[in-house]
């Protein structure tokens, strides 16, 4: 895939409303920082927010956030307590745990599993994979799950299904504009 068939792919349901975040990683030698400008400024006027972070020579992560759907997360008392308990002084304040998050992640010492929570991963289920250490889920597709297996399985259709089709879409020549539009029309069709 191209840089851009990448960022449309992985960012998706992000874009699309159904999932505050995204994270994924992109081979530094496909990576384009002229053009992750400009997907930024696009995603900008979408409410979405974009940054890198360098893990390694050859590998750049980039993390895709939808401001507001963040925000009421890091509102929820479970969550705040949760983070709270992780060292993070501000829980309330988006860009002071989503700072953290990344500094962590490029300390390299031991991945915050703490990202789980800001990709919409059920607070219990980041909860339970760190207290069993990824072992004993009930069911694996984007995040371990231990609690309630059949949202995981219809998120996971979800997310896939809205990544499929806007990068369809895209490789179509719809601008993101009309990919989002034409996303919510085939939902709320369905």
């Not at 400024?41 to 972070?53: E, L, Q, R, Y």
């Not at 759907?69 to 008392?77: F, S």
């Not at 300390?107 to 760190?130: C, K, M, N, Q, R």
């Not at 990824?134 to 896939?160: I, L, P, T």
């Amino acid at each position: 895939m191209s840089f851009d068939q990448i960022m449309i792919h992985y960012s998706a349901p992000t874009l699309c409303g159904i999932k505050p975040a995204n994270l994924f990683s992109i081979k530094k030698t496909v990576f384009s920082k002229k053009r992750f400008k400009q997907w930024r400024m696009i995603f900008d006027t979408h409410g979405i927010s974009t940054v890198t972070v360098k893990i390694s020579a050859e590998t750049v992560v980039v993390l895709v956030y939808n401001v507001s759907l963040l925000e009421r997360i890091l509102n929820d008392t479970l969550t705040h307590s949760y983070l709270h308990d992780k060292g993070y002084k501000n829980c309330s304040d988006l860009y002071s745990v989503v700072k953290r998050i990344i500094k962590r992640m490029k300390t390299g010492i031991s991945f915050p599993h703490e990202v789980g929570v800001i990709l919409g991963y059920p607070v219990e289920d980041v909860i339970a994979f760190e207290k069993n250490k990824g072992r004993e889920c009930k069911f694996c597709g984007c995040w371990k799950a231990y609690s309630d297996v059949e949202n995981a399985r219809k998120c996971q259709c979800r997310y896939r299904m809205c990544s499929c089709m806007c990068k369809q879409l895209f490789d179509e020549g719809y601008t993101i504009r009309q990919i989002v539009k034409e996303y919510k029309k085939a939902v709320k069709a369905a």
